[in-house]
């Protein structure tokens, strides 16, 4: 069947440019199209293949789709395996990394591309070589290609390592104009009536698109830049607090492609304004600035990078909730306190990352030894390596050994924190000893390869303070963004949790959610008849001489495990990690 024509799709014009650019010159490295379901991501990243135009040999440049449920041979290619035997010629059939040496790799889905892929991908896209190697016979090629990927941020986050592999990143809105629907409708009806039709009504445009891109890929090499080019990105990609130098080299080469597509000479501000947001997207670590670089001399005043980036502690939906705590905290301001140092949280075998008692129960159960996984408890398991069991039969039937193959069967992990930020969290600075726990966890769940999610409830309501994502290296200035002040709205920080722990399971059957409740329990609000959060631990940071206990009874009302925090008390602390403290039943304070 025929992909819809390019110029055909009703608005995108954002999306349109950037794919364009990519084409125009792939060295940019890709991009990535994260928006929701049914906006026509991949409706247009499939439709570039058509207006790409024809490489130095009069071919059309390949556009290779990668499967989510591709295996590693598919991928990287594969030996011939009666050639190796008979002939003692190694012959190599070519995987999807050489058949899109020199034009676009597709991934739908891109988030949920299994992590044995993405590895394979990484390498690969480093190097530009592609290297299959087996049993002492090799063999490499070049693999040089755009990497275009889509991807619905609900149903999880990309791994970072990928992400920055993206050139650009276009992030749709969720909505359109009811002008946009109907024309969207009324373009698809005509399509699915007659698609040949509907394509030949396009083909003049196509094709006029299709040599523009062509005179912009030849105009490229002439394009100039001057020196307040490099001094304005330098400028603006620190500013934004973008890790490495990627962004540097991807922005200039991006605006230097739409310096060519405007057919200009040189580099100007509109170029560098137009693909800033692309390439910031999902690089930046610092909210875009209010007030704009001034503009070098005869350029046209920027209006910032186009985009709207939304805070740190932006509501994650709902009203908000008012307790009994309310009148006694809600008139203070939100009221900022930093994270304060603490040790590493070595939490009981129950809770630490990718666990060890859970490994020990998963390989008992099945009998099969397991592996500390990376971001995963997995199991090892075993499979027949024909081609290496051919080999050390030397083609001779029967075969006197068999040689198998490891491979892994892991169970992905989340960790959400649900991090309490009332007024009563201000004394004795009790939320900046809390935001330095909660660095502790990111900091051991970043070493696992693991994701982390941060809400927190205070003010009045609950927000996110990190969106569900793997754990990031450093969180320190994302967690000092979050205020304390207002009430304790922990019902609604509950339900929420429930909501979100119910969402990501149903997308990722399988997928272990660990809930962390950080509080003093400094609230009126009843909890028993909400449902259990499962596998969660009620860390108390209550540090009062006489205290109310009411940590201990909210963990039980919601059958949690119960912890006592005891900040800058060392001796306490290792005590508290002992097994006999967790001898107690669920919620009861030891």
Request: charged share 20%.
């Amino acid at each position: 069947m025929s992909d819809f024509p390019f110029v055909g799709v009703v608005g995108q014009e954002a999306l349109k440019t950037a794919l364009l650019l990519n084409a125009i010159n792939p060295r940019i490295g890709g991009v990535l199209i994260s928006g929701p379901r049914g906006s026509a991501k991949s409706t247009l990243a499939r439709a570039l293949a058509a207006v790409l135009p024809n490489d130095t040999n009069g071919k059309k440049p390949p556009f290779v789709t990668l499967p989510l449920g591709a295996s590693e041979d598919r991928l990287v290619g594969s030996l011939d395996l009666q050639k190796v035997l008979a002939e003692q010629q190694a012959t190599f059939h070519e995987g999807l990394l050489a058949k899109a040496h020199g034009g676009v790799m597709y991934v739908d889905e891109v988030n949920l591309l299994p992590d044995m892929l993405v590895d394979l991908l990484l390498d690969v896209a480093a190097s530009g070589i592609n290297i299959v190697e087996r049993d002492g016979i090799s063999h490499s090629h070049s693999a040089r290609f755009s990497l275009i990927g889509t991807m619905n941020p609900d149903e999880g986050e990309l791994r970072p390592q990928l992400l920055d592999r993206f050139g650009l990143c276009i992030e749709q809105a969720d909505r359109v104009s009811v002008k946009q629907r109907i024309a969207i409708v009324q373009q698809r009806e005509a399509f699915d009536h007659d698609p040949q039709a509907y394509i030949q009504q396009f083909a003049v445009e196509q094709a006029a698109l299709t040599q523009q891109v062509h005179h912009a890929q030849q105009a490229l090499v002439s394009v100039t830049s001057e020196g307040w080019v490099y001094e304005t990105i330098a400028a603006r990609c620190e500013a934004a607090g973008v890790e490495g130098l990627r962004a540097d080299v991807t922005w200039h080469r991006a605006a230097q492609a739409h310096a060519a597509w405007r057919g200009a000479e040189s580099v100007c501000q509109v170029d560098i304004d137009t693909v800033a947001p692309w390439v910031l997207a999902h690089r930046r670590t610092q909210p875009p600035e209010q007030h704009p670089p001034s503009s070098p001399p005869n350029q046209t005043p920027s209006n910032g990078e186009g985009g709207s980036s939304s805070a740190n502690n932006a509501p994650t939906g709902g009203s908000s909730h008012q307790n009994g705590e309310q009148g006694q905290w809600g008139a203070m301001p939100p009221v900022a306190q930093e994270s304060i140092n603490q040790p590493a949280v070595n939490l009981p075998e129950s809770d630490i990352f990718s666990p060890r008692a859970q490994r020990a129960d998963t390989a008992a159960s099945t009998g099969k030894g397991s592996v500390s996984g990376r971001g995963r408890s997995q199991v090892m398991t075993s499979r027949l390596d024909g081609f290496a069991t051919l080999i050390a039969n030397r083609g001779q039937w029967p075969w006197r050994q068999l040689k198998m193959r490891k491979s892994r069967a892991g169970q992905a992990i989340a960790h959400l924190v649900l991090l309490d930020t009332s007024g009563s969290t201000l004394g004795q600075r009790l939320l900046g000893q809390a935001k330095g726990l909660v660095e502790s966890l990111v900091t051991q769940a970043y070493a696992a390869r693991e994701q982390v999610a941060v809400l927190g409830f205070g003010n009045g309501g609950v927000v996110s303070i990190l969106s569900r994502r793997r754990a990031p290296k450093n969180a320190r200035g994302t967690l000092d963004s979050a205020k304390g002040g207002g009430g304790t709205p922990l019902r609604e920080a509950i339900i929420e949790a429930k909501r979100l722990i119910q969402q990501w399971q149903r997308r990722e059957p399988g997928l272990q959610v660990r809930t962390y409740l950080i509080t003093d329990g400094r609230t009126r609000e009843s909890v028993d008849d909400l449902a259990p959060l499962g596998d969660c631990l009620l860390i108390d940071t209550e540090q009062s001489r006489v205290k109310r206990g009411q940590g201990a009874r909210i963990a039980q009302q919601l059958g949690a495990r119960y912890w006592p925090a005891s900040f800058g008390k060392p001796s306490l602390a290792h005590s508290v990690f002992a097994p006999s403290v967790f001898a107690h039943q669920p919620g009861e304070s030891p």
